[in-house]
């Protein structure tokens, strides 16, 4: 009788541990804190007189930083906005001199397309964009060849809210947010005030949700992909 005794109360002491154990831990698997997912916010056709700054001024409140697809017409038109760009730690990527469908050129015309903007930041910021942006995301062999020969990946995207045709911030938003994965590159433009909003409320939600933003060069870092010339990314995990 006292080994049952001594019995029942060694599994009654066990018993008082093991649900004690089972209090600390969370009754979802979702409470558990996540692995951080990393997205790249991008921006195409600035910089823009009217927009660039203020979405600048948002990302440095947030300690964010994004890429930057510039057309070389607008570079050569706001060149204090570009050298902003880079002096708040965004990447610079290129977007073409005209915007210009690059896979309707000529070889000649495609070569100086991609070639004059990117000569052009080299000489007057010191910076030599790595990343290539065909406008619309339109591409063929003769683009990838191109870019290829100059050295540059084609980035395109996985996340489009169309935020150059829809002018409504919270719905640009949601169509962000119901999407956004890790490793997504996400496509905006800062021409628009709507756009800017959009952006920024963007980062606050999927912040909150557990989501980092960085550079498409450092998205690649992350996750430890070596982006190759003429090759193009939409999506980097």
């Known amino acids: 009788m006292r080994y049952f005794s001594r019995h029942r109360t060694l599994c009654c002491a066990m018993s008082a541990v093991f649900l004690f154990l089972i209090l600390l831990v969370p009754a979802d698997a979702s409470d558990l804190a996540q692995a951080p997912r990393y997205v790249a916010l991008t921006f195409d056709d600035g910089p823009s007189a009217k927009c660039t700054q203020p ?5 440095a409140a947030r300690g964010v930083h994004c890429t930057f697809f ?10 204090k906005l570009v050298s902003a760009i880079i002096t708040g730690g965004h990447e610079l990527g290129l977007h073409g001199d005209t915007h210009d469908y690059m896979n309707a050129m000529d070889s000649k015309s495609l070569q100086l397309e991609i070639a004059e903007p990117s000569a052009y930041l ?10 290539l942006r065909p406008p619309g995301g339109l591409y063929n062999d003769a ?6 020969r100059q050295q540059l990946p084609i980035i395109l995207w996985e ?31 800062d021409s628009s ?7 920024l409320r963007t980062i606050d939600l999927l912040q909150a949700r557990g989501f980092v933003f960085v550079t498409v060069s450092e998205l690649a870092a992350q996750k430890g992909v070596a982006l190759c010339p003429g090759q193009p990314y939409s999506h980097i995990s």
Do not use: F
């Open 193 to 199: 005030a709507s756009s800017v909003s959009a952006a």
């Open 159 to 189: 996340v489009d809210p169309l935020d150059w045709a829809c002018h409504k911030a919270s719905e640009v938003t949601r169509r962000i947010t119901a999407k956004a994965a890790d490793g997504d590159i996400i496509l905006m433009h």
């Open 70 to 79: 510039v057309c070389g017409y607008r570079v050569r038109e706001n060149p």
């Open 143 to 148: 683009v990838r060849a191109e870019a290829q």
């Open 122 to 131: 080299q000489e007057t910021t010191g910076v030599t964009p790595h990343l």
């Open 55 to 59: 979405l600048l001024d948002g990302l």
